[in-house]
């Protein structure tokens, strides 16, 4: 049996007790001996997947229809005001609606560019505790971790980059001109959500939806492995 490199092993016994993972990296240790990647390269591996997982991930959330045509992450109309867009609908402004929905997501995919610094100053902040910690769990730990160690901040500094991007495709302008729009229909409550707010958390929702996905890949399927680290801490030995 061809031995597997301490980082796949570790990926595959989830489960497992401490007693039972320590055995099988003992066995892996005598088994591939000077091939067998390092503490020091298990860190490096992991943080290098990470930060290719990311950067992949934002490429594909940043494109034109990114989140637009990604009906996994697409921005739609606040759900607290759903309301708002079928009364619109109904009354025939429907490319109105449709344009403020574009908008917001043109918005997101103008932000996300400038994510991926957020999540790589806390990836290479991970000790060696954190990269086992991952290297345990699910196999959406990382993104977890990062969503903990990320979400604060990235809502913080993501905000004001989310708001200039909203400006700058117009979706604010769109935005107030569908909500004016509604409140001038007779017998209706005034509406006034913050839209900033709810773009920025969709935004960010969205970008950790898309590591998610690449972090799943990286784990599970060697052609995502990009580099000779890579390869190395998350494959095997063939010569074995």
């Known amino acids: 049996m061809k031995p597997q490199g301490l980082l796949v092993i570790l990926l595959f016994t989830i489960g497992c007790s401490s007693a039972q993972i320590n055995q ?4 892996l240790k005598t088994a591939t001996g000077s091939n067998e990647p390092t503490e020091s390269e298990v860190g490096s591996g ?17 494109k034109e229809d990114g989140y637009f045509k990604n009906e996994k992450i697409k921005i739609h109309f606040p759900p607290e005001i759903q309301y708002v867009e079928d009364k619109l609908r109904k009354i025939g402004l429907d490319d109105q609606v449709d344009d403020m929905v574009l908008s917001l997501n043109r918005g997101a995919e103008d932000a996300a560019k400038s994510a991926v610094p957020i999540f790589v100053t806390a990836i290479k902040g991970m000790t060696m505790e954190d990269v086992w910690g991952i290297l345990k769990g699910e196999e959406n730990a990382a993104t977890n971790y990062l969503k903990g160690k990320t979400s604060e901040q990235l809502i913080t500094r993501f905000s004001p980059i989310m708001k200039q991007s909203l400006d700058k495709v117009h979706a604010t302008e769109i935005y107030g001109n569908v909500i004016g729009t509604y409140n001038k229909i007779p017998f209706v409550d005034d509406v006034n959500p913050d839209l900033n707010q709810y773009a920025t958390q969709k935004a960010v929702d969205g970008l950790f939806v898309m590591i998610a996905e690449q972090e799943k890949l990286i784990r599970f399927d060697p052609l995502a492995r990009t580099t000779d680290l890579l390869k190395k801490v998350f494959g095997w030995n063939s010569n074995n």
Not at 50 to 59: E, F, H, M, P, S
């Open 24 to 27: 099988t990296i003992d066995s």
């Open 46 to 62: 992991l943080q290098e997947a990470l930060i290719v997982g990311i950067k992949i991930g934002a490429n594909l959330a940043s």
